[in-house]
């Protein structure tokens, strides 16, 4: 019989740890989503290095690439130098998505081995805060581990304030200068929280959440499209651009397919994706996939069908886009725009 989760999925997200050095409002990762499990509960059942490595086979067999190393913060994960020195000998491709404020932490890393993947977050329409600095400061930075990692990445979130002011310009010299310096680019839009079962996000569905579709964002819809045809070295395909109206207007794309996606937990278990936990789909790990792959598969649809209603979909739909628009995409394309 065959696995119903073989080459389904070609990117996970791991979540090593719920801990982190700052506890930023629209996160719900270390906080309490009532009816679910306590965060502080997952630091006593976070997993070894050695048995996160042994999930990562699991999910590459099935046919996962591309290895996002989330948290809340993955540098406080206390295994993870031990889980790289691992993943540093296979060739299955990673990259550790950091808050960057934890730079002695990060300089300790690197010094003490080949990092293959990193991605950091920038925002250039915020100057006051401590998670980057100010933008000459986030640059410096950015350029000392482009010299030091062969993979870098920057993400940049789509805010409610993204249409007022100049942050469409700053926003956009920002793209233009990280492609300059060769460091890849991938646009998100903000999370929400559409009901009780979405966990990831603290920010509620309100209209004065939602970013403004308005003239202003799509002329900066057409700018990024633009950006993209004068040369890639940005993560979304253009059809994500195109898409990009209803996803920050509405946010109801349906995946159909979340485990098409997948996600696991600090405390390794399966989540049904990024933004929502489930009901019954975490008491299952990735080793249940192979071993009682139908049961696991009657959990993901009974929680898709419970607790879902929609979100933006930023995270699934370039990993996807190969089944979306097959007369332009392959799964290559996808494997090759992720592991560069």
Known sequence: MSNPFQDQSQISHIWLTRECNLSCGYCRVV??????????DYEKDELQAKHWFENIKILNKLG????????????????LGELLDLLNQTDIHYSV??????????????SKRPL????????????????????????????????????????MTLLPSITEGDNIERFIDGVQWFREQGIWCSITVIDHARNEHYDFSYVPWTKENKIQVNPRFMELVHMLKTIYADGKLIHNNPEWFDELEETTS??????????AFNVIDADGSLRMCNRIKGNK????????????PEEVMAAFKDDYK??????????????TVHRRYPDKYTKE??????TH
């Open 31 to 40: 906080r309490d989503t009532p009816g679910l499990k306590p965060v502080a």
């Open 64 to 79: 996962s690439k591309f290895f996002l190393m989330y948290g809340a913060e993955p540098l406080r994960y206390k295994g």
């Open 97 to 110: 998505h950091s808050n960057g404020t934890l730079q002695t932490e990060l300089d300790e890393l690197i």
């Open 116 to 155: 293959k993947g990193l991605t950091l977050s920038w925002d250039p329409t915020v100057f006051d805060r401590s998670v980057m600095g100010k933008t000459n400061v986030a640059k410096k930075l950015f350029l000392k581990y482009k010299e030091q990692v062969p993979d870098l990445t920057v993400t």
């Open 250 to 259: 509405k946010e109801n794309f349906y995946c159909e397919t979340p485990w």
């Open 281 to 292: 789909l975490p008491k299952y790990t990735p080793k249940d996939m192979i071993d009682k």
């Open 306 to 319: 419970n607790m879902c209603i929609g979100c933006s979909w930023d995270c699934a739909a370039q990993a």
């Open 333 to 338: 394309d996808v494997d090759k725009q992720f």
